[in-house]
Nanobody, 113 residues
């Protein structure tokens, strides 16, 4: 099972980015997928998850700014990030759970003026 994250980059505060994570080797249909992030010197923290039936949950720090979605047919989960802040700077990891958690390789998001 592999999860390939993409879409990171550098943006100014207030900007937007869209992350994608494509899973291969196994279907995550019906399973939870999500995003976590880790800033330098910090623990990895939960950002958002979406269930197999499309129910989304968000960390308070991103609620109202980030939107998680998924394309079941493409076995892909997305994270639309709007109104980005400097504190959103981190490596973002996608996750898919099938009994255990599978992790993508991470994609860097840098928010700076």
């Amino acid at each position: 099972v592999q999860l390939q994250a993409s879409g990171g980059g550098s943006v100014q505060p207030g900007g937007s980015l869209r992350l994608s994570c494509a899973a291969s080797g196994s279907s995550f249909r019906g399973n939870v997928m999500g995003w976590y992030r880790q800033a330098p010197g910090n623990e990895r923290e939960w950002v958002a998850t979406i269930t197999g039936v499309g129910i989304a949950n968000y960390a308070d720090s991103v609620k109202g700014r980030f939107t998680i979605s998924r394309d079941v047919a493409k076995n892909t989960v997305y994270l639309q990030m709007n109104s980005l802040k400097s504190e959103d700077t981190a490596v973002y990891y996608c996750m898919g759970r099938r009994g255990i958690a599978y992790w993508g390789q991470g994609t860097q998001v840098t928010v700076s003026s």
